[in-house]
């Protein structure tokens, strides 16, 4: 019956369904579900393409002194080789042969072989290879179109030399074939779309220079794409709006909820950037898993996911008298550092000296299994694992699926993020706030995840939380509440360790005289270690106490009284103005619905009028009558078309006149004697830029 369940939930989730690899005629849904109900207990369906089991015998290259070139076409061999059975392991980054010896260790590899060159690797495996496919050194979007060329016709990604050397003839050559980057990814959506898997896609970076996971996108056929940043803009046949539109026209034509692979960003000016490309993506209900420079997935996919399970947490006393916090080290969800950056961290001799939450990507035991074993296995009791920012992948969930009119996305993200986690005994769930994450979006979360206990909300201190409004209940009818603990602790200087160090003894000092109190102390992961934290508590002394997340969210379930987050009135409001020209894509809507811009709980649509005028009105006529003590403004930018002088009035009356208003990350608040009013106008007579424009205006009571 689980099965059944687990499949009408993924095929409500999915609008155009894939079933992996595998053809089945599409009849009678019904017969298909009766078909499910007796497959093995064993079978279960995995939101990730993953490879067959790899061949005991792995050939292993050493590509890090490899050019640029070797290095593609060594990936482009890997990716097709290991399709059929995984044979193919390359040394690209710095702990690939650990985790190649780890695999000796369990007898899951029993024998490797070393290739000396790559020519050899070609020589070796030259029946698995098609022909050649030779990209366009002057267009460098065509080291994506021959990396999904490479998937589809079997060939191997060469330039026109390497094709002789090792004798492949040139079966495509992409030289001069396209006078830009548009064009290019054009003809790959007319000609090879129906021949790549619908189940997944990726940023890719063609401009890169290790191509790790490319292996892994040739092997499975995965839709690859890049929307250049200013650097790359100067490339010629770069241009960044017909990329993104080109994005946009593909991520509307795969379906909802599927994983995008690689990451939008790959360093200073390269790609659409971290916030741009993940605001993109969540729009169409693209989930990010971060695979950028991640190695050998198509290898270390192919084994079975283990069952993990947490060790058993040690008892804590309780004291009133205490400040209670727990260090969460970030950026788990990013593969790579899975195999690199934080597995350095973990190896620090420091590590189980402290509780540390350490986050992880829910879909780390199906991409690689073996290395999420190791981290359980060798976890101490205080090292715990959390779900890392906002689910199976990197979302915003401000704008998750905003792109289509179906209200069962986001809770279908949300049960796949909750099985997943299940799977790792994880019931602490960490949540990203960019584009403004709200009680809406963290209920979602808590309805469809039944085992849920806690979120941690924000990537580092959200502006404007202060310690009082930083914990409260989400209730959910007879289930138990969830917590929410919002992140104390923000970004450290990009200095040194001592000043890292520094900046978060004080802002854990700072963050309340409250006793006692629960911190959600978030650490980036770049920039602190184990030892360094160790070092943090060290400073604080012992009326600060570090303790498993577990812990914290019991210990702080005690004194967190609130029901829920304080209510927005301005949500439930209808806003009204003179001129008003509020922004959508729809030019058709109603100017009433343009108003709504101003307080509809997202920010990627604003409120805004003609510029240069000398008043501006905007008024909310709440639902009903209701206190109001405080509203919050959040201009179109950060003291750039924002309101700065204005009067408000409740019901009509002048209550209060505003100078200068200041904003702290684009955010501003402003207190009220409290009142009991129906309508809340602003009369703006001064503003930053050419106009009042407004991303959020909210109201509250308290």
């Known amino acids: 019956m689980k099965i059944t369940q687990k499949f009408c939930r993924f095929f409500q989730a999915f609008p155009k369904p894939d079933f992996g690899r595998v053809k089945i005629a599409f009849i009678d849904i019904s017969i298909l579900l009766v078909a499910v109900c007796f497959l093995p207990a064993v079978v279960q369906s995995s939101p990730v393409p993953r490879s067959k089991i790899p061949s005991k015998t792995l050939d292993v290259l050493d590509v890090k002194p490899l050019t640029v070139e070797e290095r593609l076409l060594a990936v482009s061999i890997q990716g097709l080789v290991n399709r059929s059975r995984p044979k193919i392991y390359l040394l690209m980054n710095q702990n690939d042969s650990f985790w190649l010896d780890l695999l000796k260790q369990r007898k899951l590899v029993t024998e490797t072989r070393i290739i000396k060159d790559i020519q050899e690797l070609a020589k070796s495996y030259r029946s698995f290879l098609n022909g050649a496919v030779v990209p366009d050194p002057k267009l460098v979007a065509t080291i994506n179109i021959a990396t999904m060329i490479a998937g589809v016709r079997g060939f191997a990604i060469c330039t026109p030399e390497q094709a002789q050397a090792i004798g492949l003839p040139i079966k495509s050559d992409l030289r001069g074939r396209w006078k830009n980057s548009k064009e290019a990814y054009e003809w790959a959506f007319n000609n090879l779309h129906s021949e790549m898997t619908k189940s997944a896609v990726a940023w890719a970076c063609p401009?890169?220079?290790?191509?790790?996971?490319?292996?892994?996108?040739?092997?499975?056929?995965?839709?690859?794409?890049?929307?250049?940043?200013?650097?790359?803009?100067?490339?010629?046949g770069s241009n960044i709006e017909q990329e993104k539109r080109f994005v946009e026209k593909l991520f509307n034509a795969l379906p909802a909820n599927i994983p995008i692979f690689g990451f939008p960003f790959y360093g200073q000016d390269l790609g659409i950037g971290e916030m741009g490309g993940t605001a993109i993506a969540s729009a169409y209900a693209?989930?990010?898993?971060?695979?950028?420079?991640?190695?050998?997935?198509?290898?270390?996919?192919g084994y079975p996911p283990p069952v993990l399970k947490q060790k058993k947490l040690p008892a804590y006393k309780f004291d009133k008298s205490k400040v209670y916090l727990t260090f969460t080290i970030s950026d788990g969800d990013n593969l790579q550092a899975l195999q690199e950056w934080t597995f350095n961290l973990w190896r620090e001799n420091e590590r189980g000296s402290i509780p540390i939450a350490w986050t992880v990507g829910p879909t780390a035991p199906l991409l690689i299994p073996e290395i999420m074993r190791y981290y359980y296995s060798t976890a101490s009791p205080v090292d715990r694992f959390v779900c890392d920012q906002s689910g199976a992948g990197y979302i915003y969930p401000a704008v998750y699926g905003s792109k289509y009119n179906r209200p069962a996305i986001f809770p279908a993200y949300a049960r796949l993020t909750g099985e997943l986690c299940e799977s790792m005994d994880i019931h602490v769930l960490g949540v990203h706030d960019y584009l403004g994450t709200w009680t809406s979006h963290y209920r979602v979360f808590a309805e469809n995840w039944p085992r849920l206990g806690a979120i941690f909300a924000d990537y580092t201190k959200r502006a404007g939380i202060k310690y009082s409004s930083s914990r409260y209940r989400l209730a959910r009818g007879n289930k138990p509440s969830v917590i929410l603990i919002h992140a104390s602790v923000g970004f450290p200087p990009k200095t040194d360790a001592e000043n890292a160090i520094e900046t978060m003894v004080r802002e854990i000092r700072e963050a309340t005289s409250i006793r006692p109190a629960f911190l959600n102390c978030f650490a980036i992961n770049w920039f602190y270690s184990p030892s360094m934290l160790i070092e943090v508590m060290k400073r604080l002394g012992p009326e600060y106490v570090a303790v498993p997340p577990e812990t914290l969210v019991a210990f702080s379930s005690r004194y967190t009284l609130q029901a829920a987050q304080e209510e927005n009135l301005a949500l439930s409001a209808v806003a009204s103005?003179?001129?008003?020209?509020?922004?959508?894509?729809?030019?058709?809507?109603?100017?009433?619905?343009?108003?709504?811009?101003?307080?509809?709980?997202?920010?990627?649509?604003?409120?805004?009028k003609e510029d240069n005028k000398r008043l501006y009105i905007l008024q909310l006529r709440l639902a009903r009558p209701s206190r109001v003590a405080r509203i919050v403004i959040y201009g179109f930018k950060h003291e750039d078309y924002a309101p700065k002088s204005f009067d408000i009035l409740l019901n009509g009356r002048r209550v209060k006149r505003v100078n200068n208003l200041r904003y702290l990350n684009n955010r501003a608040q402003i207190t009220l004697k409290p009142a009991i009013c129906r309508t809340i106008t602003l009369r703006i007579n001064e503003y930053y830029g050419g106009s009042p424009a407004i991303r959020e205006l909210e109201v509250y009571s308290k």
């Open 207 to 236: 401009s890169e220079v290790f191509h790790a996971e490319r292996d892994y996108f040739i092997q499975h056929k995965i839709w690859c794409v890049w929307i250049s940043g200013p650097n790359e803009a100067k490339l010629p």
């Open 286 to 301: 693209k989930y990010n898993i971060a695979t950028a420079l991640s190695s050998n997935l198509s290898v270390h996919s």
């Open 577 to 608: 103005s003179q001129d008003d020209i509020g922004i959508s894509e729809n030019p058709r809507l109603t100017e009433i619905e343009n108003d709504r811009y101003s307080c509809d709980g997202n920010m990627n649509t604003y409120w805004d």
